[in-house]
């Protein structure tokens, strides 16, 4: 059984900066995520996308993003169980939650906060009659061990950054790389196709556009894919693996079963306090939530996470009264012993 002060459902942009808020109130955190590494979409569809509306960024990469929120919660020492579904959760008697996943990892914490953005993510899967049949046996819609690739065939599906990112990625793993995209144009960042092309020249890379994947053959396992391009007859290429990158669907999951207020695939809260669903102790932040005004925006997201974390901090120590601190003057204790504050001024007389 994992015990925190907060279980927080998501690791996403959201939920990483409510570690730091929940930090500065000495309250510890978990985070559990069905995706296998923490940031959410930031990671997982588009690391390599600019974003413009972070406060004191001008432009900063999504992935980039979460490697900087990475760093700034390291000194509070959070908890992950990633590649791990939040399946159920159990209210105690003394008001606190256990939460398990599809895996059966328990988590008991006595505050739940949802962060899980647009909800749990689900691969976008093509629409290839027999793919069902291959599912763990050649046909994978994430990589999450990219050696269980060393040495073999692989054929790609996709056009955006994930698709190309691990196009690149592979070249120095597999035995051969085949990228294939339904058009010529790629919706992935400019280097990276770049760098896709790059490859292609050099012979380390083999790109089929435009074409689609029409069906998938093997005994018991992926041996090969039918690949059909713009213009030209069916052809069967071999392969050890077929790996289609579309994205993923949001959806809430098994969190819809929990008994929270929905409206139109959100979680209502209470904006006017703390961000507190229909059942005390469960609070949900980002974009998960909907209330009058809601703004599905990241710096939301972190504002709602500072006062939830407030709330949080009563409930947990009902007896005791937080009184605010500025970091500028308080400076940041972490759990790890390390501490980040100005330096002092020096008091010097004058003769």
């Excluded at 930090?23 to 510890?28: A, D, E, V, Y």
């Excluded at 077929?242 to 994205?247: D, M």
């Excluded at 003057?329 to 020096?346: H, L, M, S, W």
Aim: hydrophobic share 35%; aromatic share 8%; net charge negative.
């Amino acid at each position: 059984m994992i015990k925190t002060d907060i279980l927080i459902i998501g690791a996403g942009p959201t939920g990483l900066f409510t570690v730091f808020e929940a930090g500065l109130l000495k309250l510890r955190c978990h985070l559990i995520d069905a995706l296998p590494q923490p940031g959410g979409q930031c990671s997982e569809i588009y690391p390599k996308k600019p974003i413009y509306d972070i406060p004191a960024y001008p432009e900063i990469l999504a992935g980039d993003l979460t490697d900087k929120l990475m760093e700034q919660i390291k000194q509070f020492e959070p908890g992950f169980t990633l590649g791990e579904r939040a399946d159920t959760i159990e209210k105690q008697e003394d008001g606190s939650f256990i939460v398990t996943t599809n895996k059966g990892t328990k988590h008991h914490a006595p505050v739940v906060a949802i962060a899980g953005g647009l909800g749990s993510f689900e691969p976008r899967k093509p629409p290839i009659p027999n793919i069902a049949d291959y599912e763990d046996k050649g046909v994978e819609y994430m990589i999450k061990e990219p050696e269980l690739y060393r040495d073999k065939d692989v054929v790609i599906a996709g056009g955006g950054d994930s698709a190309l990112d691990w196009s690149i990625f592979l070249t120095d793993v597999a035995k051969s790389v085949t990228l294939i995209h339904r058009r010529n144009e790629f919706r992935g960042a400019l280097d990276s196709v770049d760098k896709v092309q790059e490859l292609k020249d050099a012979g380390k890379i083999t790109l089929i556009t435009p074409a689609e994947v029409k069906g998938i053959v093997g005994d018991g396992k992926v041996e090969g894919v039918l690949v059909e391009q713009k213009g030209q007859e069916p052809v069967t290429l071999k392969t050890d693996h077929f790996i289609p990158l579309f994205g993923l669907a949001p959806k809430l999951g098994p969190i819809a079963d929990w008994g929270l207020e929905i409206e139109k695939n959100a979680i209502k809260v209470n904006n006017a306090l703390d961000y507190q669903t229909n059942i005390p102790g469960i609070y949900a932040i980002g974009d998960v939530n909907t209330y009058p005004g809601k703004l599905k925006l990241i710096l939301c997201g972190f504002h709602e996470a500072t006062l939830m974390c407030q709330s949080a901090y009563q409930r947990i120590h009902p007896d005791k009264k937080y009184v605010m601190k500025y970091t500028t003057v308080g400076g940041v204790t972490g759990f790890d012993g390390t501490k980040k504050e100005a330096p002092k001024a020096v008091v010097k007389a004058i003769n």
